[in-house]
């Protein structure tokens, strides 16, 4: 049996768990602090369309939806060594004080790389999804694919 890495990732927001939900899953709030472009049918079984400044491109399907508390993205890479991997990125979403606590669990990691990488950029992202929806505050530039 091969090992398998997921990744655990928590943000605390000073925003309401509704607005932390829909900047995971309309369109328009994606492209605020994610995508270039986003395309999403936000229902369990929908489809999505995720495209990133630099010319990466992903499509994949919505696996579970909650409205407000939890959805579920599921796509496969092609990585660099030519393998492919299926993943599954789950958000949780509920209120904790004043705001609201964002849980990311991301599974189907066998490739150490591929975890590292994606680990990293998910911790760049959702500071960038804090930075705009507490500050209003994007953090990417240009250059960030």
Not at 28 to 56: C, Q
Not at 80 to 98: D, I, M, R, Y
Request: net charge positive; hydrophobic share 30%.
């Amino acid at each position: 049996m091969s090992k398998t890495f997921a990744i655990e990732q928590s943000y605390y927001f000073k925003s309401a768990p509704e607005k932390v939900f829909n900047a995971l899953t309309e369109p328009k709030s994606l492209e605020r602090w994610f995508l270039s472009k986003a395309k999403l049918v936000p229902k369990k079984g929908g489809s999505f369309s995720f495209d990133w400044i630099g010319g990466y491109h992903m499509t994949g399907n919505v696996k579970r939806f909650e409205p407000n508390k939890t959805v579920s993205f599921s796509w496969t890479d092609k990585l660099e060594s030519g393998k492919v991997a299926k993943t599954l990125a789950s958000f949780e979403v509920s209120g904790k004080g004043k705001g609201t606590l964002l849980r990311l669990h991301h599974t189907g990691f066998k490739d150490p790389e591929h975890f590292a990488e994606c680990s990293s950029r998910w911790g760049y992202y959702l500071t960038n999804m804090k930075s705009v929806l507490d500050h209003r505050t994007d953090l990417r530039s240009k250059y960030d694919w």
